[in-house]
T-cell receptor, first 112, second 108 residues
Framework: ETGVTQSPTHLIKTRGQQVTLRCSSQ?????VSWYQQALGQGPQFIFQ???????GRGNFPPRFSGLQFPNYSSELNVNALELDDSALYLC???????????FGQGTRLTVV | GIQVEQSPPDLILQEGANSTLRCNFS?????LQWFHQNPWGQLINLFY???GTKQNGRLSATTVATERYSLLYISSSQTTDSGVYFC??????????FGKGTRLSVIA
């Protein structure tokens, strides 16, 4: 059984650019959630996907978008990057909601 | 609104000491998890404990759902226990809501 994996682990982008982060969910898990963690803060919910449909969204602008694929892997896309988007982005997978969630190692994004 | 509060925010311990971390939450929960975030940022699952008591080695946790709090106990602390401990809660259909964490430093 493989755990949750994210790629890339680190990324540096320029303000205004676009970025795609990827997440492979744990085997058998059909729910993927994305979180943003700023330095010194707890993770903040961005959105969740369940069986390829968005299933909830946090207080993030539309330039944050996502996809979930038939194999339940997922992408987080951020357009028009801003300096404040610099953060650790975490992906979690679970077997439906209200079940134990498991996190990947995160992608550390720096916007310069 | 939904609130998850952790205390203390910071804790410094001598190696071998015991500690208790607390998580208060504002509503009935259907999921509560404790995580340890290592220096590289990964969230390591410690306990999935919406109610009751669990133990895993030197760590144990208790959630009293009716009184809306959970406790994480660390006994005989080691330097490798250092890091940030998060409590995260699901209310109804909401996603996991995290507290601000407790930063633990264990000194040899």
């Amino acid at each position: 059984e493989t755990g949750v994996t994210q790629s890339p682990t680190h990324l540096i982008k320029t303000r205004g650019q676009q970025v795609t982060l990827r997440c492979s969910s744990q085997s058998g898990h059909n729910t993927v959630s994305w979180y943003q963690q700023a330095l010194g803060q707890g993770p903040q919910f961005i959105f969740q996907y369940y069986r390829e449909e968005e299933n909830g969204r946090g207080n993030f602008p539309p330039r944050f978008s996502g996809l979930q694929f038939p194999n339940y892997s997922s992408e987080l896309n951020v357009n028009a990057l801003e300096l404040d988007d610099s953060a650790l982005y975490l992906c979690a997978s679970s077997l439906t909601g209200a079940q134990e969630a498991f996190f990947g190692q995160g992608t550390r994004l720096t916007v310069v | 609104g939904i609130q998850v509060e952790q205390s203390p925010p910071d804790l410094i311990l001598q190696e071998g000491a015991n500690s208790t971390l607390r998580c208060n939450f504002s509503d009935s929960v259907n999921n509560l998890q404790w995580f340890h975030q290592n220096p590289w940022g990964q969230l390591i699952n410690l306990f999935y404990i919406p109610s009751g008591t669990k133990q895993n080695g030197r760590l144990s946790a208790t959630t009293v759902a009716t009184e809306r709090y959970s406790l994480l106990y660390i006994s005989s602390s080691q330097t490798t226990d250092s890091g940030v401990y998060f409590c995260a809660v699901e209310f109804g259909n909401t996603p996991l809501v995290f507290g601000k964490g407790t930063r633990l430093s264990v000194i040899a």
